[in-house]
């Protein structure tokens, strides 16, 4: 153990500890911008400066270890001035109009700068703007980019895709696209990594919400929104909400509210992509050519998008299946149209989505199979969501529970873990087993699936066949497993893949808080919706079964191929 002082404070931590994380543990926050654990950890804002008893030179938290008969300061005059100046520094080079920033109210810098009581800024340095294409679902605004480094180390370290870098040199300094490239040429996932991880205004998703208010203000046309599973464990978080007040139920009330037409769930057509991929798994596992096994889930889109850039030799090993948000918008504006006997050309289908990717998802070419233009009009994030909220006043807690509204509101407790890390593949082995063998298993037969490792392997014997899987998060995760599959080290039948750590509930478009990686504490929401459902096998969704009787036949029939499938080389 190291022994040192900090505040006049005795304090005896491990060997190793930064000054940081000892001072934490008596209770002292040193305020810091750019830090985040094992991710960024290079003292690129100088925010954590703290005095050093001895020393001339002030030294910063994060990235010094502790040295025994340490003594420091974190709060002496020297330490405030120094770091008043360097918020105020920053400050300058930072577009400051608060009222109009997206993070106003959630960013780090601001509370900083509240905090020490940066009311007057004597220095003006230049702001420096950045072209963008407004249609990527990442916008970044190089006016308010602080240079912390974050976004960089994210996406390099995380994502394996070092889209961003360091341009330019001197005061001219700033953070951008690597190698001069458009963001829509630089293999960008559109994952939201970086979004959730920056601390300011810098970074955020393309904003839709103009749109949707358009089609919900317009006599003529009929909203019809899906909600997706993770949505419902954190939309309460930027509106202040505990989570026993902001339910799913509650949800569904304030999106009636809002003036929605139809509030569907995307866990009705979860279900549905589990009876077209679980057969479509059951099809190649029995086909003697296994040149398509692995099968790969498709319905995470960052993934499809990187299996596309980084390793086009796998597409192929891709289920066909669409996402359940395509599905979905592809069945509205066919089957539901024409069971409620509306002109699909009036509806705007849309949804809410804890994912940056979604957008991109829903704009590209084939996804408009019902032949009404987009099968998804249009995708807002949760934040976006929670901003629309705001924007309409309403006061969620002042609504009741309410009902999603039938058919396309049903769902399994299968349907609602795909928010989760491995949950796809768990729903899909609860019907692949009913499939081969007739017979349910105990629902919870593949609970070796969940949980937040990295790469988890498990193998199942589902009626004398060995069932071989992999589940996967992160896209740096994803690219260690393509390596070893292609090494020849490892062979799997079936492997779920979320670009996102912990999968949607830790996507890119939910709620932020100073970087923390959240989805370790949303996943358990959806585990116990799913004993909570009387029905926990998508194949017993019953209104799934009827659309199959009244529409699609069975999966993967001709129609069910037109709608809910996708060539991924188009
Ligand atoms: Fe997901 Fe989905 S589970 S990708 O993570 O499959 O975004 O929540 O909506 O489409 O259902 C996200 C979440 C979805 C889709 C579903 C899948
Ligand atoms: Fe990297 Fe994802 Fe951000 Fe794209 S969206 S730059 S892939 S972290």
Not at 124 to 144: L, M, Q, S, T, Y
Request: with cysteine; glycine share 8%; net charge negative.
């Amino acid at each position: 153990m190291v022994n040192l002082t900090i505040n006049n404070r005795p304090v005896s931590v491990p060997e190793g500890t930064t000054i940081l994380d000892a001072a934490a543990g008596i209770g002292i926050m040193i305020p810091h911008l750019c830090y985040l654990r094992d991710i960024n950890e290079i003292a690129a804002c100088r925010v954590c400066q703290v005095e050093l008893q001895g020393k001339e030179k002030l030294i910063t938290a994060c990235n010094n270890k502790v040295e025994e008969g340490m003594v420091i300061f974190t709060n002496s005059p020297k330490v405030r001035e120094t770091r008043k100046t360097i918020v105020r520094l920053i400050l300058s080079q930072h577009d400051c109009r608060c009222a109009i920033c997206v993070r106003s109210g959630n960013c780090e810098l601001q509370k900083i700068a509240n905090d020490l009581g940066c009311i007057e800024n004597p220095y003006n340095g230049r702001i420096e703007h950045n072209d963008w294409n407004p249609e990527f679902p990442i916008i970044r605004d190089n006016a308010k980019c602080i240079k912390c480094m974050r976004c960089i180390q994210v996406c390099e370290k995380i994502q394996t895709l070092h889209v961003w870098d360091v341009v330019n040199t001197g005061s001219r300094t700033t953070v951008d696209v690597a190698n001069g490239r458009k963001i829509e040429h630089a293999d960008c996932a559109a994952c939201g990594q970086c979004v959730t991880h920056c601390p300011v205004g810098a970074l955020r998703e393309k904003d839709d919400i103009g749109k949707v208010l358009a089609a919900l203000n317009d006599p003529e046309t009929i909203t019809v929104v899906q909600v997706a599973p993770a949505v419902r464990t954190a939309w309460g978080e930027d509106l202040g909400m505990p989570g026993d007040v902001a339910t799913e139920k509650r949800l569904a009330s304030v999106l009636r509210h809002i003036g929605f037409d139809y509030v569907f769930d995307t866990n009705f057509s979860a279900d549905l992509t589990i009876m077209e991929e679980g057969n479509e798994f059951i099809e190649r596992l029995k086909n003697p050519d296994k040149s398509r096994l692995p099968m790969f889930t498709s319905c995470c889109p960052g993934w499809v998008r990187f299996v596309k850039s980084q390793y086009p030799e796998f597409v192929d090993n891709l289920s066909t299946a669409k996402s359940p948000q395509q599905m979905f918008g592809a069945v509205v504006k066919s089957y539901f149209a024409k069971k409620a006997d509306i002109d699909p050309s009036r509806i705007c289908s849309v949804s809410i989505m804890p994912c940056t990717a979604k957008k991109a998802e829903a704009a590209y070419d084939n996804m408009s199979s019902a032949g009404y233009g987009q099968d998804v009009d249009y995708v807002l994030t949760t934040r976006e969501f929670a901003r629309l909220v705001r924007g309409e006043a309403i006061i969620p807690e002042a609504l009741p529970e309410e009902d999603f509204d039938s058919p396309l509101g049903t769902y399994s407790g299968a349907g609602v873990i795909f928010g989760a890390t491995g949950g796809v593949m768990e729903a899909a082995l609860r019907s692949a087993f009913y499939l081969v063998t007739g017979k349910n298993p105990d629902a919870d037969a593949f609970s070796a699936v969940r949980g937040m490792n990295p790469w988890k392997e498990a193998a199942f014997n589902v009626g004398g066949n060995e069932i071989r899987t992999a589940t996967v998060h992160g896209l740096g995760n994803t690219r260690q497993l393509l390596d070893a599959i292609k090494r020849g080290e490892v062979k799997y039948d079936f492997v779920e893949v979320m670009a996102c750590p912990g999968g949607c509930v830790g996507g890119g478009g939910q709620p932020i808080r100073d970087g923390q990686e959240l989805a370790k504490d949303r996943a358990p929401i959806l585990y116990s919706l799913d004993r909570s459902k009387n029905i926990r096998f998508s194949h017993e969704n019953p209104d799934v079964l009827k659309m199959y009787e009244e529409f699609f036949e069975k999966p993967n029939s001709p129609v069910a191929h037109k709608l809910l499938h996708t060539d991924h080389h188009a």
